[in-house]
């Protein structure tokens, strides 16, 4: 997760990923509200092994960006 230049809060999109259902996104989404992230421009994937290529969280994300 890279920090935003400034000014660009308006384009900028953000994907949160984990890959068990147990793990937590809560640390990531806060990492991206402190960054001034709307919550409207996160996405996210939960519960998706690195070898799974259905990722809806991903997709709209890169549909938006």
Known sequence: MGRPQSGTM???VRYAQCSTSSQDL???RQQFTA???PSERV???KGLTG???ARPGLDQALAVG
Request: net charge neutral; glycine share 14%; hydrophobic share 35%.
């Open 51 to 53: 070898t799974s290529r």
């Open 35 to 37: 960054l001034g992230v």
């Open 26 to 28: 809560i640390a990531q």
């Open 10 to 12: 308006g384009s900028t």
């Open 43 to 45: 996405y996210l994937d």
